[in-house]
């Protein structure tokens, strides 16, 4: 006998067997027991989140012979129930919209649609990437959809709904399907193997069901894969090497390195990856993840169960964390996270992953600016003598990075050509300045938002933030940046929106404007006037105007990939 794959054999029958979309199958069978039948629907959710397969139930309670009327349990024994399953109904017609996307296909559609169903109640047209279609085949479609015959049902999916016309959408019923959480996608794989009688540790069960993100038909053929590879007993080793995952002990132990300031550490670590055959560049999402959740794991006090992980594996984090200072924490994420684009980019992955895991050791051995500040004010106390004479006096605020009260408030020395500008001498010590406080330019903005929402910040800066007016703000990115998608997301989108708001004090309009070159590249001037405005807005940091006065120095370049 032909082995069927899990994901067929498993495909849900009714809805009860639907796996979490519970607010889809309970408004659906309200729908059909209060006989309200409406003529479209639609099924919109990313892949393997049970679309066609609601579409299919839905279609079988509609013409299941065991009732008189439509039932909202289809009983899966008569034919036309059974046809279903087999997918060779005469009434319940699958349309791939990938591949019958012309006006064509929809013409002959129309036709069709005109006959009465052969056997059962509806004829019903279940049309799967309904997105794919023409926008001629969708016009042809909306004829039909404006007067549909009694007789006919369309179904669509998509995991695109946002590609379909607004006149189309409102003809349709729609529901939106979720991911399926992992907690539940483990549950009824737990089920599935048990029926199988196949045995997978709870962690490999975690494991396959968090690479599948939320989608059961992904979860279902991972398994399958799985089963494939060692069909006799399922070792966690066996599930991590087939998803290609990095083994977290490895993780444990740069961090570790990292913590006790260990390059030998680091960088064994890192070869003994690289010997092991895993990608380099999955290495590297996979550590980024790992710190996010060490900084996650820092900064929460209450149960991280909604953290998705093992358990053991999540008290190893809350263990790692308290190893390793927030300050630390957030610098190796800052300088890992910005190193993306080269460890993308480089033909050597290798080598550029071990450079950044030395400049994160290199940089922790620095000296915290503020320490530099300290040491330099009691010195000049020393010098001068008691402070309170002339010159301006430095004040430091509570909210600066430094403890409260390290500072003590030292006067100008004598001799120094510096004039604070009265605005800035009344600013906070803070590297970033408080939104209220700080200009309401663009470089004020995005200090701001370094303040609120690093990675948001991080990824602006791979662009270029302009003011138009005074209402709108114009992100200009290349358009073959990474960042282009994630920043036009609607989510992000409003973040930037509140943002604004926040900053600004009043509604900004955001545009995300792709360009053809990086901005800030073309042709000297613009870089000239880039550089005069980046030293300007450095020295209206009080902190680096401080410096700047001590060392009775200038500010020659501002460099902020760091
Ligand atoms: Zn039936």
């Given at each position: ?151 006919t049902i369309f179904m669509f999916a998509t995991t695109e709904p946002e590609k379909l016309p607004d006149t189309i959408i ?81 993780l444990y132990k740069i961090t570790a390195a990292i913590a006790a300031e260990d390059p030998e550490g680091c960088l064994t ?294």
């Amino acid at each position: 006998m032909s082995y069927q794959v899990l994901a067929r054999k498993w495909r849900p029958q009714t809805f009860e067997e639907v796996i979490g979309q519970k607010h889809v199958s309970q408004t659906l069978k309200n729908a059909i027991k209060q006989g309200k039948i409406a003529h479209a629907f639609l099924f919109s959710g990313e892949r393997g989140v049970g679309k066609t397969s609601v579409a299919r139930i839905l279609a079988k309670a509609l013409n299941c012979h065991s009732k008189p009327e439509p039932t909202e349990i289809p009983c899966n024994t008569c034919p036309s129930c059974m046809e279903i399953t087999a997918g060779n109904s005469m009434d319940v017609l699958e349309i791939d919209g990938a591949s019958n996307t012309g006006v064509d296909d929809v013409r002959i559609l129309r036709e069709n649609v005109r006959y009465k169903p052969a056997r059962d109640r509806y004829k019903v047209y279940i049309i799967d990437e309904v997105h794919m279609l023409s926008k001629a085949a969708f016009n042809a479609l909306l004829k039909t959809l404006e007067e549909p015959p009694p007789h006919t049902i369309f179904m669509f999916a998509t995991t695109e709904p946002e590609k379909l016309p607004d006149t189309i959408i409102s003809r349709c019923l729609r529901f939106d399907l979720k991911r399926i959480a992992t907690q539940e996608i483990i549950a009824h794989l737990e089920r599935l193997l048990k029926e199988e009688q196949i045995h997978i540790s709870k962690r490999g069960l975690f494991l396959i069901a968090r690479a599948a993100e939320g989608s059961m038909r992904d979860a279902q053929s991972l398994l399958d894969r799985i089963l494939a590879y060692c069909p006799d007993a399922v070792k966690d080793a066996d599930v991590e090497e087939l998803l290609g995952r990095v083994d977290r002990s490895y993780l444990y132990k740069i961090t570790a390195a990292i913590a006790a300031e260990d390059p030998e550490g680091c960088l064994t670590a890192l070869n003994t990856i690289y010997e092991s055959g895993f990608d380099l560049r999955q290495f590297y999402y996979a550590y980024l993840e790992h710190v996010r959740d060490l900084m996650v794991a820092k900064v929460s006090s209450g149960s991280l169960a909604w953290m998705d992980m093992p358990e053991e594996e999540l008290k190893e984090v809350v263990r790692l964390a308290q190893t390793v200072s927030a300050e630390k924490l957030q610098r190796v994420f800052r300088l890992w996270y910005a190193a993306e684009k080269e460890i993308n980019q480089s033909p050597l992955p290798k080598v550029a992953l071990e450079m950044c895991l030395l400049e994160m050791i290199h940089a922790q051995q620095s000296i915290p600016i503020e320490e530099v500040l300290q040491k330099l004010d009691e010195l000049q106390q020393k010098i001068a003598g008691a402070p309170g004479a002339h010159g301006p006096v430095w004040s430091s605020s509570a909210k600066s990075t430094a403890p409260a009260g390290k500072h003590e408030p030292v006067k100008n020395p004598a001799g120094s050509e510096y004039t604070a500008p009265a605005e800035a001498a009344e600013q906070p010590t803070n590297m970033v300045p408080e939104g209220s406080l700080g200009k309401p330019d663009e470089s004020g903005f995005l200090a701001f938002v370094r303040q609120r929402n690093l990675p948001l910040a991080s990824q602006l800066e791979h662009g270029t933030i302009r003011l138009q007016g005074d209402r709108e703000l114009l992100i200009e990115l290349t358009a073959d940046s990474f960042f282009l998608e994630t920043i036009k997301d609607r989510e992000t989108g409003d973040k930037i929106k509140e943002l604004c708001e926040e900053f600004f004090k009043k509604q900004m309009k955001v545009t995300v404007v792709p360009v053809k070159k990086a901005p800030q590249l073309t042709g000297s001037q613009p870089k000239e006037l880039d550089r005069k405005k980046k030293v300007r807005d450095a020295m209206h940091n009080p902190l680096i105007q401080k410096i700047v006065e001590t060392f009775e120095g200038e500010i020659v370049e501002v460099k902020t990939d760091i």
